[in-house]
């Protein structure tokens, strides 16, 4: 990975004579007041590297009459530098030949330079990126987007199964009721045929009154006519005969009574609007569990597409554990980005902007003041684990500070300052160092 070896400034914004060596591994804290040129340091180091589109738009000192000098050498041997009038840039490789912007750009990574346009992006721009140069992007679409459907789909099937048996639990039932609808012409009828029966028992009864009748009549009349008692006798005998017959046919006949018939005919209305009650409860509570059942597999299938999502990107080459991505969102050791510490995006920041570029070893950070110490430490340590190099500015004089930038100038640094003098001069010349300022 290419990294910053050293850089001279001087004269850009708010820099007057700067000299540094970034620590190659770890984390370099440009400390100082307000207003002293920290930042300046970093806007530098984006100009030279990033082009003219990084150039500040009062790049020259204020007061200077001497134009900005920028000199940075890189771990891979090549020098940028950035001087006179126009600031015109030079790229010069160890071999000495020219090279061009071009060059910077196929291993500084824009992010690196410029971390908030990173850090700025929505949620979904940042999700994109990471999925991007991971290579998932198209894959992980296809997932949500048929996880999405099935999760509409589930929605809309739960809230139906809860609205059935919602439905089903409001209505009546009642035991009392038949299974099934009463018909009133069956009614009718099955009363009719009992009538029927009825009336031929009563035609039964009728005929053994009439042979009683018959049979008294023809004992007045065997009396009364003499002469014909043989005659009268054996039509007595028959006669006789018959009445035993029909005695014995009628003595177990029993009417059916048709009250109960009478009282459903005329409760048939109510009958069947019970039984129309216990059928529709009885569907919408069958509806609720076919609904459930539906949304059950609509459970298994989007358990199934968010474990191919998990698996699809546990096996993706992340940049940093615990990483990943979630309904369109970056998720970093289970938190959305605007639930993670400072610290924790700075680090995925980082993470992600080296996986975007891998030769690019170096991040410019602006304002870590947002870091306690044991903080600012944890991330240097992590920073050294990855072998990354940050370039960081923080209102600081504390220890924790590499350098401190007083009035543009590295506090404690000799330099000589006729070199630097705020006058009109014919050619750029940077400034004489004194030996031992390292």
Known sequence: ??????????????????????TTNGLTIVGGRNNQGKTSVLDSIAWG??????????????????PPYLNITLSNGLVVERKGKNSELKVLDPNGEKAGQQLLNSFVEEFAINLPKFMNASNQEKANILLRIIGVGEQLAQFEKVEKEAYNKRLTIGQIADQKQKYAKEMAYHNDAPKELISASDLIQQQQAILAKNGENQRKREQVQYIQNNFDQ?????????????????????????????????????????????????????INRKVRANLD???AEQDASEYRVQYEKL????????????????????????????????????QKWDN??????????????????????????????????????????????????????RVSTGEECSIIIE?????????VESQVEEKAAPAQQPTTWKAGEF
């Not at 005695?247 to 209305?269: G, P, V």
Request: aromatic share 4%; charged share 30%; net charge negative.
């Open 49 to 66: 590297l990033g082009g003219n589109k990084y150039k500040p738009s009062q790049a020259d000192r204020e007061g200077s009459m001497v």
């Open 218 to 270: 023809q004992i007045r009349e065997v009396e009364r006519i003499r002469k014909e008692l043989q005659i009268a006798e054996g039509n007595l005998q028959k006669t006789s005969q018959d009445l035993e017959t029909a005695k014995k046919s009628a003595i177990n006949l029993h009417d059916e009574s048709t009250e109960e018939l009478q009282a459903n005919i005329q409760q048939i209305d109510d």
């Open 281 to 283: 409860k009885d569907k």
């Open 340 to 393: 993670m510490s400072g610290a924790d995006q700075l680090r995925v920041s980082t993470a992600i902007v080296r996986k975007l570029k891998p030769d690019c070893g170096f991040i410019l950070l602006d304002k870590l003041e947002q870091m306690d110490l044991e903080t600012l430490n944890e991330f240097g340590t992590w920073l050294e684990g990855e072998g990354l190099q940050a370039i960081a500015t």
């Open 407 to 415: 009035d543009g100038y590295v506090a404690g640094q000799a330099i």
């Open 299 to 334: 459970t298994a299938e989007i358990t199934d597409i968010r474990k191919s999502k998990t698996d699809l990107l546990q096996n993706a080459n992340l940049p940093l554990e615990g990483l990943s991505v979630e309904d369109g969102e970056l998720i970093f050791n289970s």
């Open 1 to 22: 990975m290419i990294k910053i070896n050293k850089l001279e400034i001087e004269n850009v914004k708010r820099v007057k004579a700067i000299k540094i060596e970034p």
